[in-house]
């Protein structure tokens, strides 16, 4: 997987219309920005954020635990996640608080 985050290489082919080389280029692709999703909603790409990037890591265990990563977010990178979505987070990993 090729991780890419607000980049001049993407916002530049974005500007210019040429998003389809995105696809041949980073395949697939990992984005944080609204520019980003948007391209590739209009290309028909599933887009995930970081909950479900943290929850495909489990499932394929690429990391032990998602909470321990999730507490390491709020408290070292100041990541706000509401108590509910957090539960459900956690549920999903069959992992508790």
Not at 6 to 34: A, G, K, W, Y
Not at 54 to 65: G, K, N
Request: glycine share 6%; aromatic share 4%.
């Amino acid at each position: 997987m090729t991780v890419v985050a607000d980049t001049p290489v993407i916002l530049n082919l974005c500007r210019v219309q040429q998003e389809h080389l995105l696809q041949r280029l980073f395949t697939p692709v990992l984005i944080d920005e609204s520019l980003g999703r948007a391209v590739a909603t209009r290309l028909g790409l599933r887009t995930i954020g970081i909950l479900g990037v943290l929850i495909e890591a489990r499932r394929r265990q690429f990391i032990p635990s998602v909470v321990a990563v999730l507490d390491h977010l709020e408290k070292k990178a100041g990541f706000w996640i509401a108590l509910g979505l957090r539960a459900r987070v956690l549920q999903q990993v069959n992992e508790q608080s």
